[in-house]
Nanobody
Framework: QVQLVQSGGGLVQPGGSLRLSCAAS????????MGWFRQAPGKEREFVSA????????YYSNAVKGRFTISRDNAKNTMYLQMNVLRPEDTAIYYC????????????????????WGQGTQVTVSS
């Protein structure tokens, strides 16, 4: 099992940047493929980005490609989401998620693929 604790987020003006962190408990963080999702009010949870166990493969939604960067530091048991050029439509609660995987290269984009979730953190982009 793994527990995920998120930090970062907050209020930022359009065009600004934020970095989210997702810290995992335990010593097996590298055994998990990781992902970020978000949920805006009145909308379903949507995929943002994913990263494989060894960080070789990453995957982004079209909505964030070129603006967001996912990364992980397995030595620190932490995943990150660097968000640049933020837009009002990026406003949502952001969740990190973990999926235990044998394959080092797999990335997953569906919420149902993930077993463990962080507590969520609010990101608000507004002037």
């Amino acid at each position: 099992q793994v527990q995920l604790v998120q930090s970062g987020g907050g209020l930022v003006q359009p065009g600004g940047s934020l970095r989210l962190s997702c810290a995992a408990s335990g010593r097996t963080f590298s055994a998990y493929a990781m992902g970020w999702f978000r949920q805006a009010p009145g909308k379903e949870r949507e995929f943002v980005s994913a990263i494989s166990r060894n960080a070789i493969n990453t995957y982004y939604s079209n909505a964030v490609k070129g603006r967001f960067t996912i990364s992980r530091d397995n030595a620190k048991n932490t995943m990150y989401l660097q968000m640049n050029v933020l837009r009002p439509e990026d406003t949502a609660i952001y969740y990190c998620a973990a999926d235990r995987q044998r394959d080092l290269l797999v990335v997953k984009a569906l919420p149902d693929d993930y077993e463990y979730w962080g507590q969520g953190t609010q990101v608000t982009v507004s002037s």
